[in-house]
């Protein structure tokens, strides 16, 4: 079972920047990929961003996020990142860490929610305009 605890949601204004933090409870947090995902009020959760297993070295991004947002994990730490950079008031929405169903999972195509069996409590992220 892992656990996961995220934080580091705030209101900001637009064009600043948050850094998200994940914390894992499980020591082999390192062979489990893990992902971001997102919800607006009324809105389907979504991906914003996901990274595999291991060192990382594949990640993924939402179109939107690409070239704001960053993903990153220490794997030293037990604990994965999102910097967001440039925030619009359209990233405003609960944010959920994830980590993969499975130990050494990976992603066929795109990440979906269905690949993650694990998620963090939220951390509400505001950007007003």
């Known amino acids: 079972q892992v656990q996961l605890v995220d934080s580091g949601g705030s209101l900001v204004q637009a064009g600043e920047s948050l850094r998200l933090s994940c914390s894992a409870s499980?020591?082999?947090?390192?062979?489990?990929?893990m992902g971001w995902f997102r919800q607006a009020p009324g809105k389907e959760r979504e991906l914003v961003s996901a990274i595999t297993w291991g060192n990382g070295l594949k990640t993924y991004y939402r179109d939107s996020v690409k070239g704001r947002f960053t993903i990153s994990r220490d794997n030293a730490k037990n604990t994965m990142y999102l910097q967001m950079n440039s925030l619009k008031p359209e990233d405003t929405a609960v944010y959920y860490c994830?980590?993969?169903?499975?130990?050494?999972?990976?992603?066929?195509?795109?990440?979906?929610?269905?690949?993650?069996?694990?998620w963090g409590q939220g951390t509400q992220v505001t950007v007003s305009s």
């Open positions: 994830a980590a993969h169903r499975y130990p050494m999972g990976t992603f066929s195509s795109a990440p979906r929610v269905a690949d993650f069996g694990f």
């Open positions: 499980e020591g082999a947090f390192s062979r489990y990929s």
